[in-house]
């Protein structure tokens, strides 16, 4: 019989932080890498779930790690060079609730000031685990994030949406 630990299974971390944690991925590294780095985020998360001190934030340690995965990404992105003549059939469809103005508009904004964003509104972490992660003040991570979001109002188009 195994040991209680007073930790939820990770199953249902996964379902209960996997969306965010995927909004977060899709934020910092754009649609074509994030769900590669959301299975890395996840299967770092569960080598590492058993040493997870039970009155841990969940959240902000999958956020933590999904950064991490994020910067791996986009180093590894930036370090192979991938010449084409032509772009690749698209493997699947777009999924519905994608927002590609959204996410161009994200992906102009400097990597803090990003990252802020998504750790902040998506992930709804409060400013001091921001600053956690991206290193630095509870004041700059909340700055980040307020001059991020001044960004997005001017770039981004805002639309009415209708229920038709």
Known sequence: MGRVTGKRAFEAIVVEHGPTVLRVCRAVVG???AD??????FLSALKAYPDLPVDANVEAWLVTIAHRKAVDAVRSRARRAIPTDQLP???RPPEP????DLAAALARLPD???HAVAYHHLAGLP????AAILGGSTDAARRAAADGIAALRRT???REHHDD
């Open 31 to 33: 649609f074509a890498d």
């Open 127 to 130: 400013y001091a685990e921001v």
């Open 89 to 91: 059939d698209q493997a």
């Open 156 to 158: 981004y188009p805002l």
């Open 97 to 100: 609730d994608r927002d590609d």
């Open 36 to 41: 590669d780095a959301w299975s890395e985020t």
């Open 112 to 114: 803090k000031q990003r």
